[in-house]
């Protein structure tokens, strides 16, 4: 099972704009008629049911979404590019380079833009005015936007199995659910998680098998913070304890795992648990009873219970605790998801992106201008083109650039860097 891949998506580049002038018969001047270059493709991930972990991201990493079209004569614009979609299962987070959350897929059919298509080019037919009436140059499109992501899959499971190596999760799993786990006399049987299903009176519940933790887990320690991480999501945590290390064992190995969810994420230590001791034919009845004693003098899990997975003893009391818990656990979500739902929503308004608004930095003997519109404008000029160079010194003339750079202290020959573009000033 792969649950962590690193890709990297690139969206589509904007198509350029084109620089035509209407030549027909019997029409001498006809004027301008360049079409815009259309924008490039976004790259979209789609949460979809039909995977079931990121094995299909193990030999491809690179995903490029279409460009857009060229713009034509005759006031043809360029075709848009296609959006490029990438599945991904349910329960994916996207992260970005330095680790931010960038997106959490946990619906069917979710969509999450994660890189946007270049902007096209304009035709010269929008460079057209009064005082310029057969403009020689167009605009190029924008390189669309290029990243890597990390995917780590979460798995959506209802309960929770934890506990320390070779407690019996597994034989534990098998016994309430048809999942078939592999089982064995020695720890670290299950080196990835495994899901069953698991009938709750009325309802279902998605069952999941972590993988042992050991001390120092939360830590990084064996694989813990991949076994911590599918953790997270689920509602209800079911402790298991390996009854036949006997009760001096019990309160250490149940410290010994809430310590680490407490270390990897603290909210976990709040959620509703069960706690078992499995295992029971390994005790005779003196053993039953200090299991029994163990587990009432716990006071803090909404339900603790001495089971067997081998030979099925306690599991319908485990069943019926597990019912009533989790109708609990779905109650105080739905009531938090309402609690979410009804919050004022958050409006997004769009940065300041006047073409006035930039900054001019000295750095060693070059002066390096920020400014989102002055950036674009410069990627979109073909420098080569001497209307197109005289178009744009008259915008950033206009904006106060030249000025700004002389308040700065820069002098005519000196090197001033925008964006990707260099060139001196005069």
């Known amino acids: 099972m792969l649950d962590r891949a690193s890709i990297c998506v690139r969206a589509g580049r904007g198509g350029n704009g084109s620089m035509s002038f209407r030549r027909e018969k019997y029409v001498p001047k006809g004027g301008p008629d360049g079409g815009d270059g259309a924008p490039g493709g976004d790259v979209v991930l789609v949460a979809t049911r039909q995977l079931h972990d990121l094995s299909h991201f193990r030999h491809k990493h690179h995903f490029r979404a279409q460009d857009g079209g060229q713009g034509r004569g005759a006031n043809k614009r360029g075709a848009d590019g296609l959006e490029l979609l990438v599945q991904v299962p349910v329960g994916t987070e996207v992260l970005g380079v330095e680790g931010e959350v960038l997106g959490d897929l946990v619906h069917p059919g979710q969509r999450l833009c994660v890189a946007r298509g270049g902007e096209g080019g304009r035709g ?214 309402a609690e979410r739902a009804a919050q004022a929503p958050v409006v997004l308004r769009p940065a300041d992106e006047r073409l006035e608004t930039f900054t001019v930095a000295r750095e060693d003997d070059y002066f390096v201008v920020h400014g989102v519109q002055l950036e674009r404008l410069f990627a979109k000029a073909d420098l080569d083109n001497e209307d197109a160079v005289a178009y744009l010194q008259k915008l950033i003339e206009r904006a106060g650039l030249n000025d700004a750079l002389r308040r700065a202290g820069a002098l005519p020959g000196d090197t001033v860097v925008v964006g990707e573009q260099e060139f001196e000033f005069a």
Request: proline share 5%; net charge negative.
């Open 124 to 337: 010269n037919v929008c460079f057209k005015s009064s005082t310029r009436q057969a403009p020689k140059f167009a605009e190029r499109g924008l390189d669309g936007e290029e990243l890597w992501l990390t995917l780590s899959l979460k798995l959506l499971a209802d309960i929770g199995l934890v506990g320390l190596p070779n407690a019996g999760k597994s034989s534990l799993l098998a016994a309430l659910t048809r999942a078939h786990p592999k089982i064995a006399a020695y720890p670290f049987t299950t080196i990835e998680p495994n899901l069953g299903v698991i009938y709750l009176g009325e309802s279902t519940a998605v069952i999941a098998d972590i993988p042992g933790l050991i001390e120092g887990a939360s830590e990084g320690a064996g694989l813990g913070h991949r076994f911590l991480a599918h953790i997270e999501r689920t509602a209800l945590l079911l402790y298991v304890l390996d009854g036949g290390e006997g009760a001096e064992a019990w309160p250490a190995a149940l410290g010994t795992v809430r310590g680490e969810l407490g270390a990897f994420r603290a909210e976990l230590l709040e959620r509703p648990a069960v706690v078992v001791v499995n295992k029971a034919d390994l005790l005779d009845d003196a053993g039953r009873e200090e299991a029994g004693a163990f587990l009432a003098g716990l006071g803090w899990p909404a339900a603790a219970v001495l089971v067997s997975a081998a030979d099925g003893a306690g599991l319908p009391d485990l069943v019926a605790a597990l019912d009533e818990v989790m109708a609990q656990a779905r109650a105080a979500q739905d009531a938090a998801a």
